[in-house]
């Protein structure tokens, strides 16, 4: 199994811009979740998906951010527009079934100059 | 809300000795408690696991231990090696099956050859 894929590995861009992050879940998980991770703030949940479907958004900070999921081997997680404060981590996960064994992708390091 | 305390912040051991890392969390209702290790430039990944029916799981050097009356769980690496060095972050689940993970601040291990 390939794992959690996410593209791209690091992204740089200017405040203003519009950023978009993929994600592809393990195949045969219902679930995807997006995390960012700061030094100041940790790991943080941002969204997370049942079946494409959003069940919890209320970690999005603003609604700079969205997230979709048109099919179950596809997520996106969108920023628009950026912000240097937006710069962290940004995680993919997925699982068979809600909290248990969530599988981490390698992760985006965003930078917003 | 939902929190997940995690002590220490850093630990340094001896190549060979023992390192515990605790973590207390707050919903009663948690039933479901991992760990994952993160390396540098890399996704969290999950070592062990441990569900609320089970005081104590065990795989090879790593142990997991949990005391749900007292909300507190731990984990424990005996014969520690320098490639143990990295982020622990412990978990605990809330929202039920459905739900989703909180996670604590994380522990930075150190393994001194």
């Known amino acids: 199994d390939a794992g959690v894929i996410q593209s791209p590995r690091h992204e740089v861009t200017e405040m203003g811009q519009e950023v978009t992050l993929r994600c592809k879940p393990i195949?045969?998980?219902?679930?995807l979740f997006w995390y960012r991770q700061t030094m100041m703030r940790g790991l943080e949940l941002l969204i997370y998906?049942?079946?494409?479907?959003?069940?919890?958004d209320s970690g999005m900070p603003e609604d700079r951010f969205s997230a979709k999921m048109p099919n179950a081997s596809f997520s996106t997680l969108k920023i628009q527009p950026s912000e240097p404060r937006d710069s962290a981590v940004y995680f993919c996960?997925?699982?068979?079934?809600?909290?248990?064994?969530?599988?981490f992708g390698p992760g985006t390091r965003l930078t917003v100059t | 809300g939902e929190n997940v305390e995690q002590h220490p912040s850093t630990l340094s051991v001896q190549e060979g000795d023992s390192a515990v890392i605790k973590c207390t969390y707050s919903?009663?209702?948690?039933?479901?408690f991992p760990w994952y290790k993160q390396e540098l430039g890399k996704g969290p990944q999950l070592i062990i696991d441990?569900?609320?029916?089970?005081g104590e799981k065990k795989d090879q050097r790593i142990a997991v231990t949990l005391n749900k009356t007292a909300k507190h769980f731990s984990l424990h690496i005996t014969e520690t090696q320098p490639e143990d060095s990295a982020v622990y972050f412990c978990a605990a689940s809330y929202g039920g099956s459905q739900g989703n993970l909180i996670f604590g601040k994380g522990t930075k291990l150190s393994v001194k050859p």
């Open positions: 998906f049942n079946n494409n479907v959003p069940i919890d």
């Open positions: 441990i569900r609320s029916n089970v």
């Open positions: 996960a997925s699982s068979l079934a809600g909290p248990y064994e969530q599988y």
């Open positions: 195949s045969g998980h219902d679930y």
């Open positions: 919903d009663s209702a948690s039933n479901y």
